[in-house]
């Protein structure tokens, strides 16, 4: 075995160095002076006798063997000699990064690093100080520095507990079984001064952290420790003590603390203690002051319900000084205007779009049109997988996950050339994974690619492009082209106005869109009242006894011309009364009178089926069929079945026309309750002829109050 501690391999000869020390050991002069006999292999080694060593100063070579830094290898890290703890972590570190999404942290790197800690005695990547990492910069590289801390930073949730982190002043997020998206697990709590108020922060983060509603994103982590560090440097320049004692704290400290918040907003003046991006200060707005506001009060008001305001001394009156944020005003971006939607959609805007600012074709412009055609937010579409499409019974359907709202695997159909578009990206992606491996990605690789993968730090195409990289480039797109600011967002606002402008409704937007509530559907909707008017029509055919079952009465399923709107006008806009299983329509009897023909309905041409009325139509139609095929003889079922065909007709004519809107599956949905609970204004609201006629605004008035009563009305139980 050689000399040297750190060496693995047989020694060369009697200096107890292998061939590549050796000649490291001459290069650097021979320290103390090392010699070997004049042919020593002959004269001892082949004899079986030891050969003697000669130095001048054996101390020295000592001393120089103990010093000598491991050889590097191929594609291996030399960790002999240092302290088994540093070893360890230096092999866990290596290893761990592997896991992650990571570039190149070369070999050199890491063997010179080990080669340091075992000059300088480290025990511990931990026991890098500045000064450590300054010198292990000039000794081996900046690097060097970047992969110490890093692994430090891994390690540090397995060095420290959670009531050393509190005694601290930070949070490690992974204590809790949490990782916060595009966040570090390092909390830092140290910018707030006051103990009592830190221990509270940390306390309350925690609990949330706990808790099974913990959130994804930092947002709420970032507003309450905004909220403390402007709370804490208020209470330092202005409290008692620096508000370091909390039971000198009284009321008129609060309200100064708001009084400063609302004139940093008014005047628009840069916060306390926050910081905005580096080289930007923080500007006190609407939205941050409400956050702060929001944050402290949930803060004190918990520390008070829980009684750790009491046993810390605080005031109640400082607590409840501390005011409600108030109403927060939420503006919903607008649509693109027309001549906006026609830029961005522009073929020459969109090649600008690629060449520009998406030189190596990354899918900058694919993306965008994915967009456009379909609504779906931007995340949605850049964290597509590369088995995103498919073709179910010839139609190209797109495969997504609208995370937002907790929808995975949700199917989309898309145009023909929007699958093409990205079915050729697909081609792409495989090509750039085979010239980056040199192999075809196996299936289990193709499971996990994405569709749009970065190009930074990703060889095996997990990582998807980011909202930062999308965005940036788009604005800048949009200021070449001048046309005012705009986000890609605003396209999802486009397309909900769009469909609404269409004939869908409010549920067919909204599952569409991916949204968790009609209410949400109705902040991406941009319409007039008129417009909503016009929409919002319900599907009307004739009714079995008409001359013509089935027959389409209202509804955009057709369009309408001036004089059929003026028929429909005379016809149907006006006031309706619900009969069973559809309306009538007879004005007399609407209005109030007996009906001449005995309430029979279902044979009368003045009764119009409506969407909802369609499950009970179909029980009735499964009715007939079973009376039909228990007859006793064929010629009683033959009559039966004759008598039933025009209700039968006008079925199918409700059918086709509820599934030429995309209706058939809600209207299959409905339960058979009570006739009131079928009134819903989608169906039960009349075709707007006087609208389509373009009547004047008298007509148009009255007309607007022609739909059937709401289910409100009491005289609905009675009929």
């Not at 399923?557 to 016809?571: F, G």
Request: with cysteine; proline share 5%.
């Amino acid at each position: 075995m050689p000399g040297l501690q750190v060496c693995p391999e047989l020694a060369d000869s009697p200096l107890e160095l292998c061939f590549r020390h050796e000649r490291r050991y001459r290069r650097q002069g021979r320290p103390g002076g090392a010699t070997l006999p004049s042919q020593w292999g002959t004269r001892f080694g082949r004899r079986g006798l030891v050969t003697p060593v000669s130095y001048e100063d054996e101390l020295s070579f000592r001393r120089w063997c103990a010093s000598a830094g491991a050889v590097l290898r191929p594609a291996q890290v030399n960790l002999r000699g240092l302290h088994p703890l540093l070893r360890a972590e230096i092999k866990w570190g290596m290893f761990t990064y592997t896991q992650k999404a990571h570039g190149r942290w070369e070999l050199v790197t890491w063997q010179g690093l080990a080669n340091f800690a075992r000059e300088h005695g480290l025990r511990s990547l931990a026991d890098a100080g500045p000064e450590e990492e300054r010198l292990l910069q000039k000794a081996v590289s900046r690097e060097a520095v970047h992969i110490v801390r890093a692994v430090t930073g891994w390690l540090q949730p397995l060095y420290v507990t959670p009531a050393e982190t509190r005694e601290l002043g930070y949070i490690l997020t992974e204590h809790f079984g949490r990782k916060l998206t595009g966040r570090s697990v390092h909390m830092d709590l140290t910018g707030v001064s006051q103990r009592w108020l830190r221990d509270l922060i940390w306390d309350h983060l925690v609990a949330i952290l706990r808790s099974p509603s913990c959130p994804r994103s930092g947002s709420t982590f970032d507003d309450m420790r905004r909220a403390g560090l402007e709370l804490s440097t208020f209470l330092e320049l202005h409290a008692p003590s620096g508000g370091h004692d909390p039971r000198a704290l009284t009321a008129d400290h609060m309200h100064q603390f708001v009084a400063d918040q609302r004139q940093r907003e008014r005047d628009g003046l840069v916060s306390l203690a926050a910081r905005g991006r580096p080289g930007k200060q923080s500007i006190v707005t609407d939205s941050t002051r409400q956050r702060v506001f929001h944050r402290t009060r949930r803060l004190l008001r918990g520390a008070l319900e829980s009684g750790e305001a009491e046993r810390l001394g605080l005031d109640r009156a400082f607590i409840a000084a501390m005011p409600a944020p108030g109403r927060t005003v939420r503006r919903s971006r607008s649509p693109f205007a027309d001549g906006v939607a026609r830029a961005l959609a522009n073929e020459t805007n969109l090649r600008g779009l690629s060449e520009t600012y998406d030189p190596f074709d990354r899918g900058l412009r694919d993306a965008w049109e994915t967009i456009i055609v379909t609504g779906r937010r931007c995340g949605e579409v850049l964290q597509l997988r590369l088995d995103c499409l498919g073709r179910y019974g010839g139609l190209p359907m797109l495969w997504h996950d609208q995370t937002k709202v907790g929808n995975y695997d949700q199917a989309l159909r898309i145009p023909e050339r929007v699958h093409q578009l990205l079915e050729a990206r697909q081609r792409k992606t495989l090509a750039l994974f085979e010239a980056r491996n040199n192999r075809p990605p196996t299936a289990e690789d193709r499971a996990q690619m994405a569709l749009f993968p970065t190009n930074i730090r990703n060889r095996d195409g997990h990582r998807p492009l980011s909202y930062k990289w999308f965005h940036k480039g788009f604005k800048l797109w949009i200021d070449d082209l001048d046309i005012g600011r705009w986000v890609p967002h605003q396209a999802r606002h486009s397309l909900a106005t769009s469909l609404l402008r269409a004939g869908a409704s409010l549920t067919h937007v909204r599952r569409y869109l991916g949204h968790v509530s009609e209410r949400m559907a109705e902040h991406y909707i941009h319409l007039t009242q008129s417009d909503l008017e016009d929409v919002l029509q319900h599907v009307w055919v004739s009714g079995p006894g008409s001359p013509s079952p089935g027959e389409v009465l209202t509804g955009p399923t057709t369009p309408l011309t001036r004089e059929q709107a003026q028929a429909l006008a005379i016809d149907l806009a006006r006031r309706s009364t619900p009969a069973e299983g559809g309306f009538c329509t007879f004005q007399p009897v609407v209005d109030g009178g007996a009906c001449p023909w005995n309430l029979d309905c279902h044979n009368c041409d003045k009764f119009v089926l409506s969407g909802a009325d369609l499950v009970y139509w179909r029980r009735k139609r499964e009715q007939w069929r079973l009376l039909a095929e228990g007859a006793p003889d064929d010629a009683t079922a033959d009559y039966l079945y004759r008598y039933f065909e025009p209700t039968a007709r006008a079925i199918d004519g409700l059918e086709k026309a509820l599934a030429g809107l995309g209706l058939l599956d809600d209207a299959l949905a409905l339960d058979l309750r009570k006739p009131q609970d079928y009134f819903h204004r989608v169906w039960s609201t009349a075709f707007r002829a006087a609208d389509l006629a373009d009547t004047d605004d008298d007509e148009r008035g009255e007309y607007s109050d022609t739909s059937t009563t709401d289910g409100d009305d009491p005289e609905q139980d009675i009929a």
